[in-house]
């Protein structure tokens, strides 16, 4: 069982930049990709940004170039640096961790974090 203990949301003006953490704690075998989600008022939740285990990243095209996603794996510890923030980048932010609980290819499981608050105003 995992838990993810999110942080570093908040009150942001337009151009500004926030960096969001998301640390993982409890037993599992090992983690596969780390990434981030975001949901507004009435939308479904959309990827922002995935780590894979071995470096590799890949960003939605609207932060592409603004956002970067790192993790740090000794930690279990994944971060988003938002930079150039805009109004249209206000929404509640998730963590997600996929993880293999045991090494059988079956125990791949999700897990999310319980979400941050971004909001991106004058």
């Known amino acids: 069982q995992l838990q993810l203990v999110e942080s570093g949301g908040g009150l942001v003006q337009p151009g500004g930049s926030l960096r969001l953490s998301c640390a993982a704690s409890?037993?599992?075998?090992?983690?596969?990709?780390m990434g981030w989600y975001r949901q507004a008022p009435g939308n479904k939740r959309d990827l922002v940004a995935v780590?894979?285990?071995?470096?590799?990243?890949n960003y939605a095209d609207s932060v592409k170039g603004r956002f970067t996603i790192s993790r740090d794996n000794a930690k279990k510890t994944v971060y988003l640096q938002m930079n150039s923030l805009t109004p249209e980048d206000t929404a509640v932010y998730y963590c997600?961790?996929?993880?293999?609980?045991?090494?059988?290819?079956?125990?791949?499981?999700?897990?999310w974090g319980q979400g941050t608050q971004v909001t991106v105003s004058s």
């Open positions: 409890g037993s599992i075998f090992s983690i596969t990709t």
């Open positions: 997600n961790v996929d993880v293999f609980e045991t090494h059988l290819s079956s125990s791949v499981r999700r897990y």
């Open positions: 780590a894979a285990s071995g470096g590799g990243t």
